[in-house]
C-alpha cells in the first residue's frame, strides 16, 4: 500500500450524518479512483478523477460526490450517510487510463452506518 | 459489453497441493484480463495481467494463468499451495486498450489453505 493513505481506515457513524473519506497520494498519478466493496459484489467503481478538479461517475455514485482540489488527495463525501452505505472502501491510483495500467490501491476504510 | 464469471466463490487445499481458481469472461472485444489478490483487511495487489502479448502469463509468488481465447477463460493456477497465499482472489476484465473507467471485477473467490 507504500503511496496512498486512506483516512480514517475505520469510521462508525448514524443514518443521517455527513461522512468524509481521504485519500492521499505520494505518487503523483493522475488517475484516481473509489471503489466500495461489498460481499458477493466484488468492487464497483463509485466515483473517478483524471486530474485537478476533473472527476467523473462511475457504476454507483447515487448517494456519493467527490472533490479533487491538488494533485494528491481524493475526497469522497456521503452528505447524508444511510445504512445501505456501510461497506468498505478503497482508493486506487494509476499513472494512466488505459485498461492496462495497473491500479494500485490503499488498505480501505470501513465505514459503518448505524 | 462485458462481464467476468469466478465459477467457484470458495475454493479449499491443503498445504503442498495445486491451486486452480477458474475465471471466465465476455467481451465485446479483445480483452485484457488481471487477477488480484487481497489479504485480510489489505488492499488488492496485482499479481499478473495479461494484455494481448503471451497466452500463458506468470506472476508473482509462483501464480501463472493461461489466456484461452476459445474458452474465454483466465484461470489462476499455482503447482504448490503455501499457508501465505490464504487469501481473495479477483479477476477483472476489461477491454484492450480500454480505460480503467470500465473495469469488472468479478465476486472473488475465497481460497482456504489447510495444514
Known amino acids: 500500500d507504500a503511496g496512498i493513505t486512506q483516512s480514517p481506515r475505520h469510521k462508525v457513524t448514524e443514518t443521517g450524518t455527513p461522512v468524509t473519506l481521504r485519500c492521499h497520494q505520494t505518487?503523483?498519478?493522475?488517475?484516481m479512483y473509489w471503489y466500495r466493496q461489498d460481499p458477493g459484489h466484488g468492487l464497483r467503481l463509485i466515483h473517478y478523477?483524471?486530474?485537478?478538479?476533473?472527476?467523473d461517475k462511475g457504476e454507483v455514485s447515487d448517494g456519493y460526490s467527490v472533490s479533487r482540489s491538488k494533485t494528491e488527495d481524493f475526497l469522497l463525501t456521503l452528505e447524508s450517510a444511510t445504512s445501505s452505505q456501510t461497506s468498505v472502501y478503497f482508493c486506487?491510483?494509476?499513472?494512466?487510463?488505459?485498461?492496462?495500467?495497473?491500479?494500485?490501491f490503499g488498505a480501505g476504510s470501513r465505514l459503518t452506518v448505524l | 459489453a462485458q462481464s467476468v464469471t469466478q465459477l467457484d466463490s470458495h475454493v479449499s487445499v491443503s498445504e503442498g497441493t495445486p491451486v486452480l481458481l477458474r475465471c471466465n469472461y465476455s467481451?465485446?472485444?479483445?480483452?485484457?484480463l488481471f487477477w488480484y489478490v487481497q489479504h485480510p483487511n489489505k488492499g488488492l495487489q496485482l499479481l499478473l495481467k495479461y494484455t494481448s502479448a503471451a497466452t500463458l502469463v506468470k506472476g508473482i509468488n509462483g501464480f501463472e494463468a493461461e489466456f484461452k481465447k476459445r474458452e474465454t477463460s483466465f484461470h489462476l493456477t499455482k503447482p504448490s499451495a503455501h499457508m501465505s497465499d490464504a487469501a481473495e482472489y479477483f479477476c477483472?476484465?476489461?477491454?484492450?486498450?480500454?480505460?480503467?473507467?470500465?473495469?469488472?471485477f468479478g465476486k472473488g473467490t475465497l481460497l482456504t489453505v489447510n495444514p
Open positions: 478523477s483524471y486530474g485537478v478538479k476533473d472527476t
Open positions: 486506487a491510483i494509476s499513472e494512466s487510463r488505459v485498461g492496462a495500467n495497473v491500479l494500485t
Open positions: 477483472v476484465v476489461t477491454f484492450s486498450g480500454g480505460s480503467n473507467y470500465n473495469l469488472t
Open positions: 505518487e503523483n498519478h493522475r488517475y
Open positions: 467481451s465485446s472485444y479483445s480483452p485484457s
